[in-house]
C-alpha cells in the first residue's frame, strides 16, 4: 500500500538535484534537500508520540522548515493543521481543542502564550522559528535523512482547515488525499506548469491558496518557487525578471501597478499571472494589461473545495468573471430555497461536486449533511450565475463572510466583540470595496442612550484579542441599525450605503 500524496507531491523528486526553493538569502534548496529536511522531521513527529491520523497544528512563520513539517506530515501520515500567525491565543485555543491535536508547533516567542492552550487541550508543545531553530527543529536535526513512508489510501485525511460562515462555530474541513492531488494534477495541466516553471511565491502557507495551490502545483509539476516570506514589493519585483509565473491575491496585483518600476520589460519572461481568494476589480484587469501586455488569469476555490472555476489558459479571460468550471469539477445554479436547478443566465446558489470536494465538517455531522448533500454537491453558500459559454459570475454570498486580502472574516465573530464595548449597544460589521484588499471590513456602531463610544479604545480592544486582518478599517456611528420587519438587520443596506467609503480618489 502506498501513500499517494507523499509518493506523488514529494517522493518523485526524491534524488533529483532541480531547484525547488530559491530563499532571499540567495541560496537554493534542491527538491532532494528539501526532502532530506522533510524525513528528519518525520522522524521528529514520530519521536514527540504522533502517529498516522494524530492530527498537528501549526502556527509558524513560513520558511522552508515550515514547509518541511507538511511535507513530513504527509510521510508520517499525520493529518496537517497549517493555523494563521495573526491568530491570538484565545482564538487559537479553539481549534486546538476541537481539532484534538496531539501535537502543537508554534513560533518560540509565541510558547509563553501558547503552554496553556496546550496544556488545557492535552497537547504537546513544541517550536520551529523561520531560521530553522526551535525545539522541534533540534529533535529533527538529531534523527537520519531517510524515513520509511507510512502508507496511506486516497480517502485518508491529510488535512484540517478550519472555515467559518456567519453563525456558529468554526468548522474544520476535512481535506483527504484525493483531494489534495485532484486538484494539483487538475491545475498543473491546465495552468500548463512544467519542470522549467519559476514561480513567485510571496503568500502565506497557513492558507488553501499559499499552501494547497500555489505549493502543490509546483510539486505535481517538478518546477521551482522563488520562496519570499511575505508580499515585499522590492523583492517581488528583483524576482519577477527570473521567474514564469505568479500567484496572489488582488492586493498584490494593484501594490504592483502602483510602482513605476513595474514594467513590462521587467516582466518579459513571465508567462502567467493567477489571482484569486477575493475578486479583482475590472479596473485592476485592465491597468494590468495595458502597464504589462498580459491578462490576469483569475480563478474560484474555497477551503472545503480547493479549485473549483477558472479562466482559460488559452482563450478569452473575461474580467469580473471567474471563469469555467475546471475539468472533473461539476458545478450547478441552484434555488436557495428548494436546490431546483436554474438555467443560464439566472442567479442562485453554486454548488459543485468532484473529487477535489472535502469529506465532511470535523464532528459536525449536522452541519456536513445541511451543507454536503447525499449525491455530493456541496453547496457553496455563494450566488452567482452562469452564462451561455459557461462562465461563471460571482454576484454575493448568501453568508455575510468577508473576504479581505484572501482571509476569511466571520462577522459574528467581531459583533460579539464589539457589542461589548463600553458605550456600544450593537454593531454590525460588513465587507465593503476596498480597491487595494479587494474588500475590507467597517464597523457599524450604535451608541448606548447618552453615550460615546470611544473609538481609540475600542481599536485598542479588538487589536488585544483579535488577528490584525479581522479588525475593522472604519467604524461608523449610526442612531440605530436598519432592520426588516422581522426585525433582522438589513446588512444589504448598509453596504450599499457605504460601498463607496474606500473608492480611490
Known amino acids: 500500500m502506498a501513500n499517494p500524496l507523499y509518493d506523488t507531491l514529494f517522493g518523485i523528486h526524491a534524488g533529483s538535484s532541480r531547484p525547488f526553493l530559491h530563499l532571499p538569502d540567495g541560496t537554493t534548496l534542491s527538491h532532494s534537500d528539501f526532502l532530506r529536511r522533510a524525513a528528519r522531521m518525520a522522524h521528529a513527529l514520530t519521536a514527540c508520540g504522533l502517529?498516522?491520523?494524530?492530527?498537528?497544528?501549526?502556527?509558524?512563520e513560513k520558511s522552508p522548515e515550515a514547509l518541511a513539517l507538511y511535507a513530513a506530515c504527509a510521510q508520517a501520515g499525520v493529518v496537517f493543521l497549517p493555523l494563521n500567525t495573526g491568530y491570538t491565543?484565545?482564538?487559537?485555543?479553539?481549534?486546538?481543542?476541537?481539532?484534538?491535536?496531539?501535537?502543537?508547533?508554534?513560533?518560540?516567542?509565541?510558547?509563553?502564550?501558547?503552554?496553556?492552550?496546550?496544556?488545557?487541550?492535552?497537547?504537546?508543545?513544541?517550536?520551529?522559528?523561520?531560521?530553522g531553530g526551535g525545539t522541534l527543529a533540534e529533535i529533527a536535526r538529531a534523527m537520519p535523512a531517510d524515513f520509511a513512508t507510512v502508507p496511506r489510501a486516497g480517502g485518508d485525511l491529510a488535512a484540517f482547515l478550519y472555515t467559518s460562515g456567519t453563525?456558529?462555530?468554526?468548522?474544520?474541513?476535512?481535506?483527504?488525499?484525493?483531494?489534495?492531488?485532484?486538484?494539483?494534477?487538475?491545475?498543473?495541466?491546465?495552468?500548463?506548469?512544467?519542470?522549467?516553471?519559476?514561480?513567485?511565491?510571496?503568500?502565506?502557507?497557513?492558507?488553501?491558496?499559499?499552501?494547497?495551490?500555489?505549493?502543490?502545483?509546483?510539486?505535481?509539476?517538478?518546477?521551482?518557487?522563488?520562496?519570499?516570506?511575505?508580499?515585499?514589493?522590492d523583492a517581488i519585483l528583483d524576482a519577477l525578471p527570473r521567474a514564469t509565473a505568479m500567484m496572489g491575491v488582488p492586493t498584490f496585483y494593484t501594490r504592483l501597478l502602483g510602482d513605476a518600476r513595474f514594467t513590462r520589460d521587467r516582466v518579459a519572461s513571465m508567462r502567467l499571472f493567477i489571482s484569486g481568494s477575493a475578486p479583482l476589480l475590472a479596473e485592476t484587469h485592465r491597468?494590468?494589461?495595458?502597464?504589462?501586455?498580459?491578462?490576469?488569469?483569475?480563478?474560484?476555490?474555497?477551503?472545503?473545495?480547493?479549485?473549483?472555476?477558472?479562466?482559460?489558459?488559452?482563450?478569452?479571460?473575461?474580467?469580473?468573471?471567474?471563469?469555467?468550471?475546471?475539468?472533473?469539477?461539476?458545478?450547478?445554479?441552484?434555488?436557495?430555497?428548494?436546490?431546483?436547478?436554474?438555467?443560464?443566465?439566472?442567479?442562485?446558489?453554486?454548488?459543485?461536486?468532484?473529487?477535489?470536494?472535502?469529506?465532511?465538517?470535523?464532528q459536525m455531522p449536522d452541519k456536513t449533511a445541511a451543507e454536503l448533500r447525499a449525491d455530493g454537491f456541496f453547496i457553496t453558500g455563494d450566488l452567482g450565475m452562469v452564462d451561455a459559454e459557461g462562465y461563471v459570475t460571482i454576484v454575493g454570498r448568501g453568508k455575510d463572510l468577508i473576504i479581505s486580502g484572501g482571509y476569511n472574516i466571520y462577522p459574528k465573530e467581531v459583533e460579539l466583540l464589539l457589542d461589548d464595548q463600553p458605550g456600544v449597544l450593537e454593531s454590525a460589521v460588513i465587507g465593503v470595496p476596498h480597491p487595494d484588499f479587494g474588500e475590507t471590513v467597517l464597523a457599524v456602531l450604535v451608541p448606548r442612550p447618552g453615550e460615546t463610544p470611544d473609538i481609540?479604545?475600542?481599536?485598542?480592544?479588538?487589536?488585544?484579542?483579535?488577528?490584525?486582518?479581522?479588525?475593522?478599517?472604519?467604524?461608523?456611528?449610526?442612531?440605530?441599525?436598519?432592520?426588516?420587519?422581522?426585525?433582522k438587520v438589513q446588512k444589504a443596506l448598509l453596504r450599499e450605503r457605504y460601498r463607496d467609503i474606500f473608492a480611490a480618489a
Open 51 to 60: 502517529g498516522p491520523g494524530d492530527r498537528l497544528a501549526a502556527q509558524v
Open 89 to 131: 491565543p484565545a482564538e487559537l485555543d479553539y481549534f486546538v481543542t476541537n481539532s484534538g491535536a496531539r501535537l502543537l508547533v508554534c513560533d518560540p516567542a509565541a510558547e509563553p502564550g501558547l503552554a496553556p492552550v496546550a496544556a488545557a487541550a492535552g497537547a504537546r508543545l513544541e517550536t520551529l522559528d523561520a531560521h
Open 167 to 233: 453563525t456558529g462555530r468554526s468548522k474544520g474541513a476535512m481535506l483527504t488525499q484525493d483531494n489534495l492531488l485532484s486538484n494539483a494534477r487538475t491545475l498543473a495541466a491546465h495552468w500548463r506548469f512544467g519542470p522549467e516553471d519559476v514561480l513567485v511565491h510571496a503568500l502565506p502557507i497557513f492558507h488553501t491558496h499559499g499552501l494547497f495551490v500555489a505549493t502543490n502545483v509546483m510539486l505535481a509539476s517538478g518546477g521551482a518557487m522563488i520562496f519570499l516570506p511575505k508580499f515585499d514589493l
Open 287 to 362: 491597468d494590468f494589461e495595458a502597464r504589462t501586455g498580459h491578462r490576469i488569469l483569475e480563478r474560484y476555490g474555497m477551503t472545503e473545495t480547493n479549485m473549483n472555476t477558472s479562466n482559460p489558459y488559452d482563450g478569452e479571460r473575461r474580467a469580473g468573471t471567474v471563469g469555467l468550471p475546471l475539468p472533473g469539477v461539476e458545478l450547478k445554479i441552484t434555488d436557495p430555497e428548494t436546490g431546483r436547478g436554474l438555467p443560464a443566465g439566472e442567479v442562485g446558489m453554486i454548488e459543485v461536486r468532484g473529487p477535489n470536494v472535502f469529506k465532511g465538517y470535523w
Open 456 to 487: 481609540a479604545a475600542i481599536e485598542a480592544a479588538v487589536a488585544e484579542e483579535m488577528a490584525r486582518f479581522k479588525h475593522p478599517r472604519r467604524y461608523e456611528i449610526l442612531p440605530e441599525l436598519p432592520r426588516n420587519t422581522m426585525g
